[in-house]
Nanobody
Framework: QLHLVESGGGLVQPGGSLRLSCSASEATWDYYAIGWFRQAPGKEREGVACITSTGSRTTYADSVKGRFTISRDNTKRTSYLQINNLKSEDLAVYYC???????????????????????????WGQGTQVTVSS
């Protein structure tokens, strides 16, 4: 089991920035790829960014590319989603999720491509609300 806790959501004006955090206490954190997802009112849950267990690769949805940056600090067992130039369509509940995907940092052949499909993730946080309003 992996208990994920998101934080950092809030009310931001269009064009503003926000940094979301997702943390866990379990030592197995290092073996999980992390995805960030969002669900806007009335819409399907959408994968926005993901990062492999070592941070070797990242993937972004086209809708957020250039504005969102995913990162992780495994010493802190935390993943961050930096959101810049917020737009009204970014209003959603943002979730972090984890899927078991260990990598050997010294062996690129073990590096997997991050996956934005929600069905691939087994552990989910409670979500944090991002509201974009003037």
């Amino acid at each position: 089991q992996l208990h994920l806790v998101e934080s950092g959501g809030g009310l931001v004006q269009p064009g503003g920035s926000l940094r979301l955090s997702c943390s866990a206490s379990e030592a197995t954190w290092d073996y999980y790829a992390i995805g960030w997802f969002r669900q806007a009112p009335g819409k399907e849950r959408e994968g926005v960014a993901c990062i492999t267990s070592t941070g070797s690769r990242t993937t972004y949805a086209d809708s957020v590319k250039g504005r969102f940056t995913i990162s992780r600090d495994n010493t802190k067992r935390t993943s961050y989603l930096q959101i810049n130039n917020l737009k009204s369509e970014d209003l959603a509940v943002y979730y972090c999720a984890a899927t078991w995907a260990p990598e050997d940092p010294g062996n690129p052949s073990t590096w997997s491509w991050a996956d934005l499909r929600a069905s691939e993730y087994d552990h989910w946080g409670q979500g944090t609300q991002v509201t974009v309003s003037s």
